[in-house]
């Protein structure tokens, strides 16, 4: 049981208050919050206090007590971290007027980033730390509630009449079809984030420009496995919302009309649904209707509304007496929010906690193992330890697999570039052209082994396998970033030249095996260094025979071929004489080395013969 935090932050004035020439209504006294009502008559008492878990005083920067947003993250943030790295559910929303602060606490400028930002970052920086002992995998989706439709905010095209919500039995409410986006890094999110709010329907107000008319939902799902004491599986799995509310004003105080107005009324109808909601939890009624699906929003939230989840909510005010029934209206919420009480379990993964409850039995009836053992106990004791041991392998294997497949994730990158997506990687690879299938449309893309051998073929169990080849079709081997190609029984060629001996393949070479498959030869590295030394390879170089083909007449084409041939054997042969002049070099340094040797025994010698001549002479004088 936990109930739910409540935070309130006032901002500073806006140039619109500061122009009006506007008072301030707001106190704060550590975690009291008061509003006063400058338009009581003099002698009233004309203030309310509130208090909340944290009152937050950003009104002004050179007051000692202003709450900066590291403050904020340190005290809001880094729980909503602790509690996904202890497999609880989190949400952090925020709620308030429009213009109010909501987005400045829950994004920021880039210069002074707010909570999301903040609290991906601390949770890469935590996986990073504990990656060791850890498995970790995260996935990101960003949607928009917007007149009570959902947008998928990373998506490149959303249907028109919206993402529909549906109802898991047991994981409860969700948006079918929402893009998920597996992350492994923060700069990762930070694109992603980006892009959604870029996509943000936005739309201009009296009251703020570009504050936002729409409710956002930011979404991380964070797994999380490693093995515990004595080897056991453990796995969580927690879903965290960062919520950025639309505006909570009443749609005539805004000014609006038409479209906005109806806009408005749908804002307000997920607000006032929430409202609804936060009151009949608030009021703790056995029994009473929660009216959650009244709205997507709190359909959408039902978990972190009374449910299983760690919520906080930051309730953002104006400090101007002109906001004064807005504010006060607000404070009145948030002071509603602070009695609804959820349920925060730990969300184990299911096959660990039945490895978990195996394990615990498998112990008791160890213990029942005495002397004269029944056979009924020692049964059911191999079979429980059997079916033990497959799930625990099983476990392991599906991790093994994320792992790998995160790895491979993490040396590509998806980027975009005008229209195209262009598919990186910074290793050296290679990229499937798929001539043969005319119906085939994703592209492939194979990392070489590193520092050995990469075997292709027909044959299961090859490193890449394609069909249509031999079964041991041909081999590229990487060794200190040089590629070669060695067929061994199949139809081979680089550059629209075949080949039946190892030839060295380097940055943009097309090799051609068997009939149907061109694949596309790419060393990063070597690219680089080529870019840095101002080396720009033709289009023919670069694309081989295949596509300049196209513009190249037959005698061209016969030059070309001819050029390369030459320039090839050039190449063959530079290496050859190479080869022949460091061993040559070798050999006679080896020859120097072993005349010093000579020399040295010649000379020894000499000084030997030289002392006895001495001592035979000395021998005569005397
Ligand atoms: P909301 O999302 O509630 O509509 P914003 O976050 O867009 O409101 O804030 C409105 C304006 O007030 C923005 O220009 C923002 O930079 C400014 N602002 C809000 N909170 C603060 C704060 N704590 N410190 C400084 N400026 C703030
Ligand atoms: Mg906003």
Redesign the pocket.
Known sequence: MASVKVAV?V??F?QRELDMGAKAVIRMDGKKTRIVNLSKTAGDVGFKDFTFDHSYW?FEPSDPDFATQEQVFEELGTEVVASAFEGYNACLF?Y??????????MTG?PDDPGLIPRICEAMFGKMQEEQEDKNYRVDVSYLEIYNEKVRDLLASSNPSGGLRVREHPRQGPYVSDLSHHLVTCYDHVAQLMERGNRARCTAATNM?D???RSHAIFTLTFRQAGLGAEGLPCETTSKVHLV?LA?SERADATGATGQRLKEGAHINKSLVTLGSVISALAEKRVGSFVPYRDAVLTWLLKDSLGGNSKTIMVA?ISPADCNYSETLSTLRYANRAKNIVNQPTVNEDPNVRLIRELREEIYKLRGLLGEETQPKVLAELQQKEAKEKSLTAEWAEKWRETQAILREQQALGLRKAGRGVVLDSDRPHLVAIDQDDRLSTGVTLYHLNRNGDTVIGAAEGSDIVLPGLEPHHCIVTLKDGIAVLTPKNGYCSVDGLATETSSRISQGSLIGLGRAHVLRYNDPAEAAQLRKEGRVMSRSSLFGGSTSDLNLNVEERELETERRRLAREYEERKRQLDEERRRLEERQREAEEQLRLREEKLEEQRRRIENKKEEELEKVCI
């Open positions: 932050r901002r500073p806006n950003s925020a308030g007027q429009t213009g109010s602060g909501k987005t400045f606490t400028p703020n570009t504050s936002s950025d505006g953002a």
